[in-house]
């Protein structure tokens, strides 16, 4: 390392000290301390810059999920309605629910995670910058490959291509299977290339959720600053870990089921294909193995955002500590243990139902629990109804609402009844726009002032608020009743005369309440973005550590690495007595050491958009798509050999004594 | 390059490595007997139940004895062993779980037979 | 895989492990699904198959039971490399390293007659679920042996450019020696769980 950090002047100058690039071990310039804003974004490992690229990407998403939902809705809104084709309904929903999951929340959770934990734990970065980068590079390119079947269909829609090869008159480039692609519908016979995009994309968010995973797992471990001890961190760190460690354990199983499907469209073999003997089953096995802890890797963080801002706004420590935390890790283990729940109508047996319906109802108790500390939280508590408050009030409701209708489910014979209904639709829709969406509202309005320095104008937020819970109920508190009624989901239109038209102009109508309500957030992002008032270090008189800061948080986070003495560190800071205050750490007078920015990371996950697009082009009959994805192939393993030869570099900051 | 310089890397012990060297020469060996046990073991007369049991724990033995000596996992830190162990605790008891739940007896084989029996 | 930075040094007083191990460590234990995955697919189709498919007709047991010992000797090296390169002694890193290169050659080496063979008897990547589930199985070992032969390649080649300190490599030395013992553990499960137990009770079936 000392040959390749800058060797900066030691004595302190009045003047700030011009940085200028280094040369890494490949010879080349570091693309360090550039004028050019673009690369300094493109090839940053800043893990507050990427975690605002995965917000402001995410969010981007979450419109297009929501703009699908919309075109679905209207679908819906009157019986043997011909807005769109079946197929492109299909294509609609599955896009929706694949957009939503992988392309809105886990980033949002992601950007949290990226912008907060290293604050929270005061560290000054993530453990591997570089794996940072490429986690969201790689991110963005699953996306990319995910979506591009648009294009395509598009293109078909205007009679330019078609396709032949493989796949040859099946002209759906959209996928069209559901999120959970269930065999055999996955099959080649039965879909086109639109279910290689899917599988692609998939493959290369699985890695980029990966890596991110264990990067932030090591960081939480190993990077806390001194005195941060693991029961003295902040929950949302806590459930950052615990959702790392589910993206760990349970990704693995769709990376070999996703290969396996690759596989049987590929090279003909028979994992899922009925006849070679390849069992349907078996896929739904493997995707709910997976699929049950992803469910909980959306919600945990947020029940730590949760966990963060009703605290900070009732002025009162969060209530029980050590069991919110455990209960988060209990609720994760359990969540490797009930996949089966998916599968109650298949047909498992009476000893395997009877027990995956036990461990379900399980589950309902640590996330019980979870709630009382909540509210325990609040009793007693000075509550300020600031715009984080009310969100996050409003997620401790419609969770619970949520949560309510999965005890249903996991009653085995109730389950037999809702399967496959709007009921369903309700259930998860109350824990994702109800649970989850809030949540990430709250954090957004809790946050964004840290992240950007400018502090909300206006009370919009209330707009938003009543707006966007009104619509939520409308649209998804009728669904129940349509389930109940027997309307089946994934249907593109419906018959009159079954008790479900009135039921689902509501819905739609909802819908529209709920889309002017998130309008509404993204006019007031906007607002806060332009709002001229500044934040300053702590505007909601916080509690963690990311407020002790400047905001925005200077590059290097903290200019001393602060020694903490207790929980809820900046609260025993401002108002806790002498020997709880947070410390500093003495200077070692060589400066802040910084990881130098990197181009390989970028470059390797760009590999990624040639090999998916090619595999997937491939099947579509476009002709050389084969070394197309080869070519993408040799970019990964050229990014990634330079990256590890290049050498993590660095250089000293030396930040003002007063800064 | 790495951390370490990062990290002040423990002062090396040589004579704690080269007490390593023997353990790892005995393991050697004892892995390659268990490996000629386990063939000779499978041409034995003798019950199926006891041979197959005989060859999960003989490779279980072994799968412990890689991790535990070569991968250093006795020598360092419990968060490692807790890392690893999580993800075989819950490897295992999924895939047991899955190959309990399915069964031979839900598959029609008189159907199946018809396109399977390639070699 | 690949070498990446700690960012700092200044804030590693909570620091528990080394955070190339931690990383390594926890990649072993996502790729303990990974590889549980595979085998179990495999399993749960003998089982739902047990008649259809006879393997003791393909499968050579002195072959299968010759590569397993050489990864285990294999993995025997590469502790003494890790060995070495914990006491500073690079040339019996160098040694060590490229025994567990050449064995891991021949490993694949018996890998690729293994499938050549299997392939003129007429077991193929399309022959049911048997074939389909086998060749992925040990398929995705073998690239897993490779890419660990690359790996130490690399830094094999490394420890010749002049620049490798063996205080500095030993973490990524013990990185690559992890990666391939783990690479041994999988083998010594689909040894037991895929070969041999096709045997039992089938006794004089493995003549070929």
Known sequence: MSSTVTATPTTQSEHPVVLSPERSKLGLLRPDHGKSVIIDWLTTVDHKKIGIMYGAIALFFLLVGGLEALIIRTQLAVPENDLISAQRYNQLFTMHGTTMIFLAVMPLNAAFFNFLVPLQIGARDVAFPRINSFSLWAFVAGALVINFGWILQALEAMGLFSASGPTEGMNDFVPAMGWFGYAPITGIKFTGAGTDFWIMGLQILGIASLTAAMNFTVTIVNMRAPGMKMMRMPVFTWMTLVTSLLIVFAFPAITVALGELMFDRLFGTNFFVTAGGGQPILWQHLFWIFGHPEVYILVLPAMGIISEVLPTFAKKPLFGYPIVVFSGAVIGFLGFAVWSHHMFTTGLGKVATAAFSLLTMAIAVPTGVKIFNWVGTLWGGRVRFSPPMIFALGFVWMFMMGGFSGIMHSSAPADAQQQDSYFVIAHFHYVAIGGIFLAVVSGIYFWLPKMIGKMWKGNLSTWVAIFSTVGLNVTFFPMHFLGLLGMPRRTHTYLEGFGWETYNLVCTIGAYILAFGILLLVVDIIRCFRSGEPAGNDPWDARTLEWKTTSPPQVYNFGKTPIIHARDALWEDKYGPENRKCGEQAEDGHGIHMPSQSWWPLLASAGFIPLGLGLSLMQAGVPFMGYFAIFGLCLCTVGIALWAIEGPGGYHLHPKKDA | MTEAYDIPLPEVDKSAENEKYHTFVNLALILAAITGVELVLVYLPFHTVFILSTLLALSLFKFVAVVAWFMHLIYDKLLLTLAFGTGMAIATGTYTALLILLSSEDVDHDVITGVLGYF | ?208
């Open chain 3, 1 to 208: 895989m690949s070498e990446s930075a700690s960012s700092e040094h200044d804030s590693h007083h909570n620091l528990v492990v080394g955070n190339k191990k931690l990383l390594m460590w926890l990649f072993l234990g996502s790729d303990c699904m990974f590889f549980g995955t595979l085998i179990s697919t495999h399993l749960i189709y003998r089982k739902l198959y047990p008649e259809e498919y006879d393997p003791t007709q393909l499968f050579s047991l002195e072959l299968t039971s010759f590569s397993t010992f050489i990864l285990l000797m294999s993995s025997f090296l590469m502790a003494l490399a890790v060995s070495a390169m914990h006491k500073g002694e690079l040339k019996s890193f160098r040694r060590n390293t490229l025994g567990v290169i050449f064995f891991g050659l021949i490993f694949l080496g018996c890998q690729v007659f293994e499938f050549s063979e299997f392939v003129h008897l007429g077991l193929t990547l399309q022959s049911g679920t048997f074939g389909s589930t086998f060749y992925l199985m040990t398929g995705t070992h073998g690239c897993h042996v490779a890419i660990g032969v690359f790996w130490l390649t690399c830094l094999l080649f490394y420890s010749y450019s002049g620049k490798m300190d063996a205080h500095e490599s030993a973490i990524d030395v013990e990185a690559a020696g992890l990666y391939w013992h783990f690479v041994d553990i999988v083998w010594i499960l689909i040894f037991t769980a895929v070969y041999l137990i096709e045997f039992i009770g089938k006794t004089g079936g493995a003549a070929h």
